[in-house]
């Protein structure tokens, strides 16, 4: 360990050390911190590392108290930093989770890949990993952790390490599926751009339904619903075409050779942007238009057999689909006592729902106030309820007010391929066994 990882490492010890013995304002923060972080981890499942130094370590380095960072108030309190100390330990506002593949392995260092983002870091351990964890880095291996910048372009491991293995493409993707789930703000916690974007193809998401559908809210058949998408889908998929002058009639083997390239330039192109070669090669050889080639949506049978199906959909919170909000709203008209023990039951449904978040519920209150506060009351046992207790019932029930990304929000490519490659290895192991159960869909879609 060279002069100034040591040196970073008694940094990151005194600061430690600096909020565990704090008092007041601080300590409080701290408690209140790391309550909200292990009852959401406890909610969301996440084992096999110590929560309660992870929720330590992130508080180092984003806790705040009164406006004010933890890493500016130890830096305060501390006269005797010199200003390289100083810069340090500011950096490490930068620390980030990740989900992490080991690519090699050179003398005390490691090169790890994020895989949510693919970005490369030389990492080296910060004297607090242990030899056998050490020992199980290598290339392949994929970790759950957070890296901390040292100096220059080396990083170091913060918090304890999450060691999973070396995966295949479907755990792969489900250990992804649960950093989201563990981690919200940190999907794309090293690549700010990614996440940019991702948050506009919610709000391009929104733009377009609102056009097609005339609001932000609608109320189908399950069956006219799911014909309605397809529509849908056609309409934007033309829109997309035709924004990027691409006639979404004709095939790409038709494009090319109006182009005037081989198709081997064509695929070199492709390729070169992260296109899948063999994708790229069906893709060419394909007689069939190119809106007629992309996958169409369908809703899972439980919806599309429905009486009613009620979408909401908002630019920053995404989609809901609920099938039974229109039975609700039947339900809030009757006075009787049963109809109220009905309402009782779907409301303790929603609360526990992680699909009916705080704008639908709002859009709940909006339409039917008193029955619903009404309901609530006798749900969570507290009287005289009014709209603007809405928020705090929520928080008391586990709902965030703020949204986190959707599951309509686009990805990167190299993680719809590795999505798309995990469904089609899934799918031959359940052929090659002849599994008769059928795999759960999902009620979102995405175009």
Same mark, same amino acid.
């Given at each position: 360990?060279?002069?100034q990882l040591?040196?970073s490492?008694?940094?990151?010890?005194?600061?430690?050390?600096f909020?565990?013995?704090?008092e007041?304002d601080?300590?409080?923060a701290?408690?209140?911190?790391s309550?909200?972080?292990?009852?959401?981890?406890?909610?969301t499942n996440l084992?096999?590392?110590?929560?309660?130094?992870?929720a330590?370590?992130?508080?180092?380095?984003?806790?705040?108290?009164s406006?004010?960072?933890?890493?500016?108030?130890f830096?305060?309190?501390?006269?005797?930093?010199s200003?390289d100390?100083?810069a340090l330990?500011?950096?490490?506002?930068?620390?980030?989770n990740g989900l992490?593949?080991?690519?090699?392995? $050179?003398?005390?260092?490691?090169e790890?890949?994020?895989?949510?983002?693919?970005?490369?870091?030389?990492? $080296?351990p910060?004297?607090?990993?242990s030899?056998?964890?050490?020992?199980?880095?290598?290339?392949g291996?994929?970790?759950?952790t957070?890296?901390?910048?040292?100096?220059?372009?080396?990083?170091t491991?913060?918090?304890?390490?999450?060691?999973?293995g070396?995966?295949?493409?479907p755990?792969?993707?489900?250990?992804?599926g649960n950093?989201?789930?563990?981690?919200p703000?940190?999907?794309?916690g090293?690549?700010?751009e990614?996440?940019?974007?991702?948050?506009?193809?919610?709000?391009?998401?929104?733009?377009?339904f609102?056009?097609f559908?005339?609001g932000d809210?609608?109320?189908?058949?399950?069956?006219e619903?799911?014909k309605?998408?397809?529509?849908?889908?056609?309409?934007?998929?033309q829109?997309r075409?035709?924004?990027?002058g691409?006639?979404?009639?004709?095939?790409?083997k038709?494009?090319?050779a109006?182009?005037?390239?081989?198709e081997?330039?064509v695929a070199e192109?492709?390729?070169?942007?992260?296109?899948?070669?063999?994708e790229?090669?069906?893709l060419?050889?394909?007689?069939?238009?190119?809106?007629m080639?992309?996958p169409?949506?369908?809703l899972?049978?439980?919806?599309?057999r429905?009486?009613?199906v009620?979408?909401?959909v908002?630019?920053?919170?995404?989609?809901?689909?609920?099938?039974?909000?229109?039975?609700?709203?039947?339900?809030?008209?009757?006075?009787?006592?049963?109809?109220?023990?009905k309402?009782?039951?779907l409301?303790q449904?929603?609360?526990k729902?992680?699909?009916?978040?705080?704008?639908v519920w709002?859009?709940?209150?909006?339409?039917?106030?008193l029955?619903?506060m009404?309901?609530l009351e006798r749900c969570?046992n507290?009287?005289?309820?009014?709209?603007?207790?809405?928020?705090?019932?929520?928080?008391?029930a586990?709902?965030?007010?703020?949204?986190t990304?959707?599951?309509?929000?686009?990805v990167?490519?190299h993680?719809?391929?590795?999505f798309?490659e995990?469904?089609?290895?899934?799918?031959?192991?359940s052929?090659?066994?002849k599994?008769?159960?059928?795999?759960?869909?999902?009620?979102?879609f995405?175009v």
């Amino acid at each position: 360990m060279n002069e100034q990882l040591k040196r970073s490492n008694a940094l990151k010890q005194a600061l430690q050390a600096f909020v565990l013995d704090a008092e007041g304002d601080l300590a409080t923060a701290l408690e209140t911190y790391s309550a909200d972080r292990l009852k959401h981890w406890s909610a969301t499942n996440l084992q096999g590392i110590s929560r309660s130094d992870l929720a330590i370590d992130m508080f180092l380095t984003e806790g705040r108290v009164s406006n004010r960072s933890v890493l500016d108030i130890f830096i305060q309190n501390q006269p005797d930093l010199s200003l390289d100390d100083q810069a340090l330990v500011k950096s490490w506002q930068n620390t980030f989770n990740g989900l992490f593949k080991v690519l090699q392995v $050179e003398a005390e260092r490691y090169e790890l890949m994020n895989w949510l983002t693919e970005k490369r870091y030389w990492v $080296e351990p910060s004297g607090a990993q242990s030899a056998a964890e050490l020992s199980r880095l290598s290339p392949g291996e994929i970790v759950v952790t957070r890296l901390a910048p040292d100096t220059g372009d080396i990083w170091t491991f913060s918090g304890p390490l999450m060691l999973l293995g070396k995966l295949g493409k479907p755990k792969l993707a489900v250990a992804i599926g649960n950093f989201k789930n563990w981690f919200p703000n940190y999907l794309y916690g090293d690549a700010p751009e990614l996440l940019t974007e991702a948050w506009q193809s919610v709000e391009r998401y929104h733009h377009d339904f609102v056009d097609f559908f005339g609001g932000d809210r609608i109320t189908l058949s399950g069956y006219e619903l799911n014909k309605k998408l397809k529509e849908y889908q056609e309409v934007t998929t033309q829109r997309r075409l035709e924004e990027i002058g691409v006639d979404g009639s004709k095939s790409l083997k038709e494009l090319v050779a109006q182009s005037g390239m081989s198709e081997e330039e064509v695929a070199e192109s492709v390729e070169s942007l992260g296109e899948d070669s063999r994708e790229v090669s069906r893709l060419l050889k394909d007689d069939q238009a190119i809106k007629m080639a992309m996958p169409p949506i369908n809703l899972p049978d439980e919806l599309r057999r429905a009486e009613a199906v009620t979408v909401f959909v908002h630019p920053r919170w995404g989609q809901t689909f609920l099938k039974d909000y229109v039975r609700l709203t039947q339900l809030f008209d009757a006075t009787d006592e049963e109809s109220a023990a009905k309402v009782d039951k779907l409301i303790q449904k929603y609360l526990k729902e992680d699909a009916v978040n705080a704008y639908v519920w709002h859009c709940f209150a909006e339409d039917n106030a008193l029955p619903l506060m009404a309901s609530l009351e006798r749900c969570v046992n507290r009287p005289e309820l009014t709209p603007d207790d809405l928020d705090d019932v929520l928080v008391q029930a586990g709902k965030p007010l703020e949204p986190t990304l959707p599951e309509i929000a686009s990805v990167p490519i190299h993680l719809n391929d590795l999505f798309q490659e995990a469904l089609q290895e899934v799918g031959q192991n359940s052929s090659k066994k002849k599994s008769k159960g059928k795999p759960k869909q999902k009620t979102g879609f995405a175009v």
